[in-house]
């Protein structure tokens, strides 16, 4: 039996509003291994985010908790960096000062060559030791993305939170740091939780993939074992009827057991009756 690492227990959170408490998280409770790669996935307001903020330490639960290496986990602390979909890279430095920055945090009292060894060693991971002078202007959002994973990684994690990173790039730059992230993660070894609205994203990554109900008061409502063997590759799961199985059933709770219909705002309500209205007069004049 694999040791503890880090445990969520009954976690839920409220939120104060006008109108009272809003319950957005209720009895969350999961465990993961030391190493294990976990999706978070669900339509949005499912809370993924909530859990990963908790996790972080940048939410408090209101009841249960979080246990990390058997430590209570109730502010941030760089064994849990977080990469969100917003790169957050500081536009007046470079690309190595960005992540400088992170290591002189990490690595106080190790000496300016043990410091500089450790950036390039982590941007080398990201295969971006080519532009060490660039600001964050003079580069892609791929690239921009990965410099963000390097000065995460830069702090020794056990944990590395990931929030939709690959949210807002192109299909290509997507797939190209889907395969940079199993590779770093091969590598590695670290724990990961990464919140994604794609299936395909979490199955190609996952060793299991914690699907959400929807909120309010939401809640995991089943999770996934994905067993495909590592190393994976893309193509080659393309049509393997395995990657498709657990493919179909990420969909089938997402679309069957967890439809979420989204309100029609009451302008275009209005608009779509006034629309018929129109239509129904015009055929009776028509007909006349």
Request: proline share 6%; charged share 20%; hydrophobic share 40%.
């Amino acid at each position: 039996m694999q040791p503890k690492h880090l445990e969520l227990t009954q976690v839920g959170i409220d939120f104060p509003t006008p109108k009272g408490p809003f319950t957005a998280l209720t009895d969350v409770n999961l465990k993961i291994a030391k190493g294990e790669f976990v999706s978070l996935i669900g339509h949005s307001g499912c809370g993924k985010s909530t859990v990963l903020n908790i996790v972080a330490g940048l939410h408090t639960a209101t009841t249960g908790g979080v246990i990390l290496d058997g430590a209570e986990v109730n502010s941030p602390g760089p064994e849990r960096a977080v990469v969100f979909q917003n790169h957050s890279l500081l536009p007046w430095l470079s690309v190595y000062k960005n992540v400088e920055l992170a290591v002189k945090h990490a690595m106080r009292g190790k000496s300016k060559q043990e410091m500089r060894d450790w950036v390039m060693h982590n941007l080398e991971l990201v295969h971006m030791t080519h532009a060490l002078d660039k600001l964050p202007s003079e580069i892609s959002g791929g690239m921009k993305q990965r410099v963000g994973i390097a000065r995460a990684l830069s702090m020794q994690p056990k944990v590395l939170l990931m929030d939709e990173p690959f949210g807002a790039l192109d299909a290509l730059t997507r797939a190209h740091l889907q395969d940079a992230l199993m590779e770093i993660h091969a590598n590695l070894g670290n724990t990961v939780i990464m919140i994604t609205h794609d299936v395909d994203e979490a199955v190609l990554l996952s060793d299991r993939i914690v699907m959400m109900n929807n909120g309010p008061a939401a809640t995991i409502g089943e999770i996934l074992n994905v067993e495909l063997p590592r190393p994976r590759e893309r193509l080659a799961l393309a049509d393997n009827p395995e990657y498709n199985h657990y493919r179909h059933e990420v969909l089938t709770f997402l679309y069957d057991k967890q439809k979420k219909i989204e309100p029609v705002s009451p302008h275009i309500k209005a608009n779509k009756e006034k629309e018929t209205s129109e239509s129904k007069a015009s055929n009776s004049s028509d007909a006349a």
